[in-house]
């Protein structure tokens, strides 16, 4: 991931495919699914429908949120 500084101060972030990422304008977790356009498409860790993104709408999760991510995934696999 790459950071980039705009003028409005906050980070650019340039996610990769896999990343966990949080969408600054809801607070929702999704994992990089990809990017169409100038957007970044985001999917919720647990599968669903995949949302599109600014990239200046992205950053990096706290450790929490990523570790809440990663069981919700493993969660998944063993059908809880």
Not at 36 to 62: A, I, S
């Amino acid at each position: 991931m790459t950071d980039g500084n705009p003028d409005t101060g906050q980070h650019t972030v340039s996610p990769g495919v896999g990343d966990v990422m949080v969408d600054r304008r809801n607070g929702r977790v999704g994992v990089v699914m990809g990017h169409v356009g100038p957007y970044v498409q985001l999917r919720p860790p647990r599968g669903g429908r995949e949302w599109d993104v600014p990239p200046e709408d992205v950053r990096p999760p706290t450790p929490a949120e990523e570790l809440s991510a990663k069981v919700a995934v493993a969660n998944r696999r063993w059908g809880r």
